[in-house]
């Protein structure tokens, strides 16, 4: 297997965490971006992870993202996992920030021409992490948490809209990864995938209850980092038990 260097934005906690989990056990190069490089440091032994460097700073700084999007001087990283998300506020039914993956699909891509303008090359393949409940083309949930998503998570799934568009726009290699809701624990379930196309519509349907983030993390791992399957090329991806 070839080994990549792979940028991650929200790896500090949950499946992108899973995801990094993933990909430096598979010896990639990782560079995470972390508000709290604590949170991560407490996680590996620095001095037996060499594959990991851990950059501190926001996602929505454009100086902090560019400084984790290359390999080398003159070339960009092969793989991009963006995971972030906000912390939902229960009393209020809305995000401490409604407008994270948003803000943060913006500055990735802005940092990306920015650093292409200066010199480095490269098409790093982008995986953006977002959720079940967003499908244009029909029911993506169970008839039976439909009016969960669409009353009580409005707020987040704007932001997610927002940030899918963006990506899709972007002219940028990427897959959108749309996730049931997300519970703990690493398992051995199996994992089932729906495709669809932004413009076209669905190709395949998955429809489910849960997933948890550690699965999620390891699927985006495998399937978009270590092997990048053209099936999901520019594609969303549903991913449920
Ligand atoms: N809850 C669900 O059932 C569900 C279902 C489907 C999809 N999703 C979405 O899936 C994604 C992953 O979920 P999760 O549970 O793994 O999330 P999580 O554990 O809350 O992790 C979010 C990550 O984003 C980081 N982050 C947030 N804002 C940031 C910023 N401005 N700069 C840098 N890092 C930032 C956090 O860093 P810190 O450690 O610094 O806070 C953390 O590492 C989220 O977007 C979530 O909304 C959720």
Same mark, same amino acid.
């Given at each position: @297997?070839?080994?990549?260097?792979?940028?991650?934005?929200?790896?500090? &906690?949950?499946?992108?965490?899973?995801?990094?989990? &993933?990909?430096?056990?598979?010896?990639?190069?990782?560079?995470?971006?972390?508000?709290?490089?604590?949170?991560?440091?407490?996680?590996?032994?620095?001095?037996?992870?060499?594959?990991?460097?851990?950059?501190?700073?926001?996602? *929505?700084?454009?100086?902090?993202?560019?400084?984790?999007? #290359?390999?080398?001087?003159?070339?960009?990283?092969? !793989?991009?996992?963006?995971? =972030?998300?906000?912390?939902?506020?229960?009393?209020? @039914?809305?995000?401490?920030? !409604? *407008?994270?993956?948003?803000?943060?699909?913006?500055?990735?891509?802005?940092?990306? &021409?920015?650093?292409?303008?200066?010199?480095?090359?490269?098409?790093?393949?982008? &995986?953006?992490?977002?959720?079940?409940? @967003?499908?244009?083309?029909?029911?993506?949930?169970?008839?039976?948490?439909?009016?969960?998503?669409?009353?009580?998570?409005?707020?987040? *799934?704007?932001? #997610?809209?927002? @940030?899918?568009? #963006?990506?899709?726009?972007?002219?940028?290699?990427?897959?959108?990864?749309?996730?049931?809701?997300?519970?703990?624990?690493?398992?051995?379930?199996?994992?089932?995938?729906?495709?669809?196309?932004?413009?076209?519509?669905?190709?395949?349907?998955?429809?489910?209850?849960? =997933?948890?983030?550690?699965?999620?993390?390891?699927?985006?791992?495998?399937?978009?980092?270590?092997?990048?399957?053209?099936?999901?090329?520019? #594609?969303?991806?549903?991913?449920?038990?």
């Amino acid at each position: @297997m070839t080994q990549k260097t792979v940028a991650f934005f929200g790896a500090s &906690t949950g499946v992108g965490l899973g995801a990094l989990k &993933t990909c430096l056990a598979a010896g990639h190069s990782c560079i995470a971006l972390c508000r709290n490089p604590a949170k991560l440091s407490a996680i590996f032994d620095l001095e037996k992870t060499p594959n990991l460097t851990i950059v501190q700073g926001n996602a *929505h700084d454009i100086a902090a993202v560019s400084r984790c999007l #290359k390999a080398s001087e003159t070339t960009l990283v092969d !793989a991009i996992v963006s995971t =972030i998300g906000g912390a939902f506020i229960w009393s209020k @039914m809305t995000l401490d920030d !409604a *407008h994270v993956c948003e803000k943060g699909i913006e500055t990735l891509l802005s940092a990306l &021409t920015t650093l292409r303008k200066s010199g480095v090359v490269g098409r790093p393949h982008i &995986t953006a992490f977002s959720t079940t409940g @967003m499908s244009r083309f029909g029911r993506d949930t169970p008839v039976a948490v439909t009016p969960f998503y669409s009353i009580v998570l409005k707020v987040p *799934h704007l932001d #997610k809209r927002a @940030m899918e568009d #963006k990506l899709a726009s972007s002219g940028e290699e990427y897959t959108v990864v749309r996730a049931s809701l997300l519970t703990d624990g690493e398992t051995e379930r199996e994992i089932r995938v729906g495709i669809e196309d932004p413009a076209k519509g669905v190709e395949t349907k998955a429809i489910g209850y849960t =997933i948890s983030r550690e699965d999620a993390g390891k699927w985006v791992a495998r399937n978009l980092v270590a092997r990048r399957e053209e099936r999901f090329l520019n #594609k969303t991806a549903t991913i449920t038990y």
